[in-house]
Nanobody, 123 residues
Framework: VQLQASGGGLVQAGGSLRLSCAAS????????LAWFRQAPGTEREFVATISWNGGSTRYSDSVKGRFTISRDNAKKMLYLQMNVLKPEDTAVYYCAAAAGGIPTMRLSAYPYWGQGTQVTVSS
């Protein structure tokens, strides 16, 4: 699976952004997908994950209620709708695909990664 993230940018606190991740590869439709983020000087952290059919999602506590993960298997696309953005959401956001199994927060379960897209939230 190859992944290409886009949609990042500069936004004021309280604003919204929608990240997209375009995928290629035959197994995209059958594996869990996720978004992670990494701020300068910190480790990459889990944001959200979604099952192969979109029927199950999980979020980190820091984004729950503000972010929504979704996928369109027909278009081979993954999305992250981010609302009520805060300065602490500033980071490089990465999309990732698992090799199989169920959605998980564990970074090590995702062998396939996009290149990242920068999100900057100003106060």
């Amino acid at each position: 699976v190859q992944l290409q993230a886009s949609g990042g940018g500069l936004v004021q606190a309280g604003g919204s952004l929608r990240l997209s991740c375009a995928a290629s590869g035959r197994t995209f439709e059958s594996v869990p997908l996720a978004w992670f983020r990494q701020a300068p000087g910190t480790e990459r952290e889990f944001v959200a994950t979604i099952s192969w059919n979109g029927g199950s999602t999980r979020y980190s506590d820091s984004v729950k209620g503000r972010f929504t993960i979704s996928r369109d298997n027909a278009k081979k696309m993954l999305y992250l709708q981010m609302n009520v953005l805060k300065p602490e959401d500033t980071a490089v956001y990465y999309c990732a695909a698992a090799a199989g199994g169920i959605p998980t927060m564990r970074l090590s379960a995702y062998p396939y990664w996009g290149q990242g897209t920068q999100v900057t939230v100003s106060s």
